[in-house]
């Protein structure tokens, strides 16, 4: 190390003799020497010349105060290097100066080189004594700057080591769980849920296994003001071996969207560290490597005594270690020897005392040389700085902590110096707001973010003038459009005076927390609605059987009343039927941890059997033991009888086809093979054993006349045309007989494509029917002949009494003779077109109202001399009545209209008639209406002394029909009957 060449010494010496000569050897090192011969003048000069760099103090200074009492002074005034020069080597005096800072101690006459290399050291140990209080401070800044953020934070957070015990938690997790104050110390367990044991599941405690963050909805302390919390744990890792040293969780209260009154709550208590003065330990070693002096402060770092170590190997007395790897440090004082450079130490060794202590030094080796500049030794500096190494290491640490844990707090946070340049951010800011850390550290928010509005740029003047601004819901636009609600916080920070060094930005986009709340709650609900309403039972029990917990349809199913009812029975003791037992349910839960449908019997209240399917898995505590059971209880009492039913249905099943001969076959399409049972071969009469299980077997039994059409509805149904094929055919007996069957079939298997792989069907003897069939069309085909025939003989029949009356007509003079001759003929007319329609259609029982009515309305408006004048609308909707309706309404329409063409209109007078049929589901409704004079209001049906009004009434009643007259320009009758 190279040192400046005019530093100025002062130089305190009561004799000025040795002043003048200790001044001039002094000046020969290149300093400029400046004496004092009092105490008194020594505390003068140094306190007002400010050039002075170090003073050379002897402590016997004759009357006055002595050197010591002058250090004191002086170091009360300034920091200078003090180096005791004194001729006394007395325990006594070396006593006296122990309290004082000085940077050597010096006896007189120990050589120009020894004085020398004392004064050079205690300049560098000066320097580095700076240096070190430099970069001190500027940790115990970092340290109360990190602090004052963490204090900021809103969310609760709790530091925990790698056994969940709580290091530090902030006042926001001290307000929540005052109840259980102090936090600090307890396990997280104890502290925030009031046991004894881990929690299970336990985020933190995965966290520290897998290394990875985590994330929980848990419920918080009953008692404190949250209800549920998030947590997110991320792992704290050591900076040296990067294994897992603890956790640090970030609580956020999401029972209410509210601020919390403060951030986050006191950092862990100030490490403000005090270092003791600096105590210099010096070892002289020869041209051999062995000491040849020590003072006091060696002696108690290494344990050995100066005439204990007097020539005794320096790696004897000074063994170091690097207290990384643990291996063995080169001694220094080799090196200076041959490369006659000062040589220091890594700031990693590590002195082992003579008793085993282990101090943490930091030492420097520098050559001894004679006036003509020859290496004569090593001097060998160092001094313990254990606590100052420890403290360095705790507040790198900690200054990474609190890094850490802002740059990876859940929520968006930004510190801002007073310029508002970014200084830190978190993971989660730089997500939100799309930018990287690169692009904002150091940069002006403003220049980031141009768009910000006036009405924020306010906000953050408030904050650097000492308010704290918050808003619980707020919104911003995205530059894409969309718009996120938000909840945020501006504060100030303050540095280590108390001033205001900056802002902290918080903003939480809470728009997808606040569908995912809204999700929550709706899920409860329906976890509450399926717990109470469901259909199937829930229970939880210990393993000796106790009923701790069972919904609605439990208590329901067991019979109960009420669950308080069913609670006082006993799994265990009588719960299940005797043919299962409970015993078998542990067996088997505890060897698996948990069954799927398991089937047993359970006894309901009354002492019948209830037929159960059983899911149920085991809780266990953090120790493995066994808390409770929980599962499901579905009743399977009707499947259980369904399912003996149903074997009770196929056994009937194969004896019924068994005795009814039903021929089955399945044909498996990949291996072109079809299988049959006996009955089929039998219906044949063959034996099982004549008959090849291929296609072919059917083809060639079956009759050629029917082949096209089977293979047209097989193939139909082979390509999906259908759902199954049902086909009636012949097949040659083994007498040479054709015999009818009904083949009926399915493909029940297909591949991806769709092409058949199975199918199965059954031959059904239908001989006997189809000849029975044929009998019965022979028998119908003659029916129908005979019928046509009577039907015809009646035609004739009418057609004679029709003439008959004619004739009558014609003999008579009577006018209302023949209106009644008349009369009759047009009813017998309306009864032949009847009977000509029934003989025409293929049904004998029904005639449709569209094929009978137009052409008898037709028939009747014929007869008259007015037809002509008189216009005829029908609408008539075809659908069918019995015969024996047909009659009747037949008559009633005949009736009404030749009322109508004989009264509604003055002779040579024009009008109308319409007729309309209709059919709504059961109710038919016939209308016919005029536009003529209309009737008199004392003529009707029921009330006229007619003939033709009371066929009407008559003829209606017979058909259980009602009908009813409108009276409105004109006359309307209304006929409606049940069909």
């Given amino acids: 190390m190279s040192f400046r060449q005019n530093k100025t010494i002062l130089l305190v010496e009561g004799e000025a003799v040795i002043a003048l000569t200790e001044a001039e050897i002094i000046s020969g090192f290149g300093y400029d020497v400046i004496t004092a011969n009092s105490g008194e003048k020594a505390v003068e000069l140094a306190t007002n010349d400010q050039k002075i760099d170090l003073i050379l103090m002897d402590i016997d200074l004759g009357s006055g105060i002595d050197g010591t009492e002058a250090a004191r002074q002086i170091l009360a005034k300034r920091q200078l290097p003090i180096v005791f020069l004194t001729a006394h080597a007395e325990k006594e005096y070396v006593d006296r100066v122990k309290k004082i800072t000085r940077y050597g101690y010096v006896i007189k006459n120990s050589g120009d080189f020894v004085l020398q290399s004392s004064i050079q050291m205690a300049f560098e140990l000066f320097e580095a004594h700076k240096n070190i209080e430099i970069q001190m401070e500027a940790l115990r800044r970092h340290e109360q700057f990190l602090n004052d953020v963490f204090e900021s934070i809103q969310d609760g957070i709790s530091v925990l080591d790698a056994e969940l015990n709580i290091q530090h938690v902030n006042r926001v997790m001290n307000e929540w769980y005052r109840d259980n104050l102090p936090l600090e110390g307890k396990k997280c367990y104890q502290a925030y849920h009031n046991r004894e044991k881990k929690c299970d599941p336990c985020p933190s405690l995965r966290c520290l296994i897998t290394g990875e963050t985590e994330r929980e909805i848990v419920v918080g302390l009953p008692g404190s003001p949250i209800k549920w919390i998030e947590l997110f744990s991320y792992p704290i890792k050591n900076l040296e071996t990067n294994k897992i040293a603890g956790v640090v969780e970030f609580v956020r209260d999401i029972t209410e969207r509210k601020q919390m009154e403060d951030a986050l709550q006191e950092s862990e208590e100030s490490l403000s560290i005090t270092l003791q003065s600096i105590g210099d330990a010096v070892i002289a ?419 050629p006349e029917d082949l096209p059409e089977v293979k047209k509805i097989i193939e139909a149904h082979e390509s999906g045309e259908s759902e199954l094929f049902s086909v009636e055919n012949r097949l040659k007996m083994k007498n040479g007989q054709w015999k009818w069957v009904l083949n009926i079939g399915k493909i029940i298997k297909r591949d991806e494509k769709g092409k058949p792989l199975r199918a199965i069907g059954v031959h059904i003897d239908i001989d006997e029917r189809k000849r029975a069939e044929e009998q019965i069309r022979k028998l119908l085909h003659e029916k129908d002949i005979l019928l046509r025939e009577v039907h015809h003989r009646i035609k004739n029949n009418m057609n004679t009494i029709l003439s008959l009356l004619s004739l009558h007509a014609m003999t008579i003079t009577d006018p209302a003779a023949i209106a009644a001759l008349q009369d009759a003929k047009s009813r017998m007319k309306s009864m032949m077109i009847l009977y000509d329609k029934l003989y025409r259609s293929p049904d004998f029982t029904e005639m449709s109202l569209a094929q009978y009515l137009p052409s008898l309305i037709d028939e009747i408006v014929g007869t008259f001399p007015n037809k002509d004048l008189i216009t005829v609308q029908k609408q008539i909707e075809d659908f069918s009545v019995d015969v024996r309706t047909s009659v009747s309404i037949g008559i009633i329409v005949n009736e009404l209209i030749t009322n109508a063409m004989k009264y509604a209109f003055a002779p040579g007078e024009s009008g109308a008639i319409s007729v309309s049929a209709s059919k709504i589901e059961n109710i038919a409704t016939i209308v016919i209406e005029d536009n003529g004079k209309g009737m008199p209001e004392s003529v009707g049906v029921g009330s006229s002394s007619g003939f033709g009004l009371k066929l009407v009434e008559i003829f209606t009643d017979q058909i259980e029909g009602t009908i009813n007259i409108e009276r409105n320009r004109g006359t309307k009758f209304i006929l409606e009957f049940k069909v």
């Avoid at 254990?386 to 946070?413: C, F, G, S, V, W």
Wanted: net charge negative; with cysteine; hydrophobic share 35%.
């Fill in 285 to 703: 070693a020869d041209l051999n490597g062995r000491v040849s002096l020590m003072n006091n402060v060696a002696e108690k770092l290494t344990g050995w005594t100066f005439p204990e170590a007097r020539n005794k190997p320096l790696d004897e007395v000074f063994p170091i270690i690097s207290s990384i790897t643990r291996e063995t440090v080169t001694n220094p004082v080799q090196k200076v020897l041959e490369s006659g450079e000062i040589v220091r130490l890594a700031n990693d060794s590590v002195l082992i005392s003579r008793d085993g202590k282990e101090y943490q030094i930091a030492d420097r080796a520098a050559p001894i040389r004679d006036s003509q500049g020859k290496i004569r030794g090593v001097i060998l500096t160092f001094s313990d700085i254990t606590e100052r190494y420890q403290t360095q290491q705790k507040l790198q640490e900690n200054y990474a902590l609190m890094k850490y844990i802002i740059e990876h707090d859940p929520n968006a946070i930004a510190v801002h110096d007073k310029d508002l340049k970014y200084m830190f951010v978190s993971e989660r800011y730089l997500k939100d707001y799309r930018v990287t850390r690169r692009d904002v550290i150091g940069k002006h928010h403003y220049e980031i973010f141009p768009e910000i509005p006036e009405k924020w740029r306010k906000v953050h003047q408030r904050a650097l003038n000492g308010e704290v601004l918050r808003s619980d819901e707020d919104h911003f636009v995205r530059p894409d459009g969309s718009i996120d609600f938000t909840r945020w916080e501006c504060r100030p920070w303050y540095n280590s005076e108390g001033e205001i060094g900056g802002i902290v930005l918080y903003t939480e986009v809470i728009t997808e927390r606040k569908r995912i709340e809204n999700q929550l709650r709706e899920s409860e609900q329906r976890f509450r609605e399926l717990f109470e309403n469901a259909v199937i039972g829930f229970y939880r029990t210990t393993p000796d059987g106790r009923i701790l917990l069972a919904n609605p349809a439990l208590v329901n199913l067991l019979g109960y009343s009420s669950f308080e009812e069913l609670a006082k029975r006993n799994l265990e003791k009588d719960g299940y039927e005797s043919s299962t037992q409970r015993s078998e349910f542990k067996k088997a839960i505890e060897s698996q941890g948990q069954i799927k449908g398991l089937e047993s019997v359970w006894i309901r209240k009354d002492g019948s059997s209830l037929f159960v399917r059983e899911s149920a898995l085991i809780v266990r505590d953090e120790q493995g033991n066994i808390l409770y059971y929980e599962g499901t209880v579905e009743d399977i009492t009707e499947q259980k009888l369904a399912e003996q039913a149903l074997r009770d249905s196929q056994q009937r099943l194969k004896l019924a086809v068994k005795s009814a001969k039903i021929g089955l076959w399945d044909q498996d399409f990949e291996n072109d093979t079809i299988i049959r049972n006996e009955e089929w071969a039998e219906m044949l009469g063959y034996d099982i054993k004549e008959i090849e299980a291929n296609k072919d077997t059917f083809l060639n039994l079956l009759h």
